[in-house]
């Protein structure tokens, strides 16, 4: 299944979420690791600051492991939609901000 998610970035997490995204221990998280970094490669900011990406998964709810895991630790007021596939979002690169924040 895939869904269009809608968060608000931490910013007082964002280094360290930078740090893991570049270093690869998410890229090793088994079994979504690599689902993780792909998608917050498709993440794009709002003229509010909001990041919205689209991703794949199987579990439900939608997202378990990945919050559980990762996202809740790096943003809040997570939202998902079921869409029929990737969808490609308009706005600022995620990881272009992560990496001005110096991440």
């Not at 998280?29 to 600051?49: C, F, N, Y």
Request: glycine share 8%; with cysteine.
């Amino acid at each position: 299944m895939y869904y269009v998610v809608t968060a608000r970035l931490r910013p007082e997490t964002a280094a360290d979420f930078h740090r893991r995204l570049t270093d690869g221990s998410i890229l090793g998280q088994e079994p979504d690791g690599k689902e993780i970094v792909a998608s917050m490669g498709r993440a794009r900011l709002d003229e509010q600051g909001i990041a919205r990406w689209s991703a794949k998964c199987f579990c439900q709810p939608p997202l378990k492991h990945e919050r559980e895991t990762v996202y809740d630790h790096f943003f809040t007021d997570i939202e998902t939609k079921e869409v029929d596939d990737y969808v490609e979002i308009e706005g600022q690169p995620l990881m272009e901000l992560l990496e001005g924040l110096g991440g």
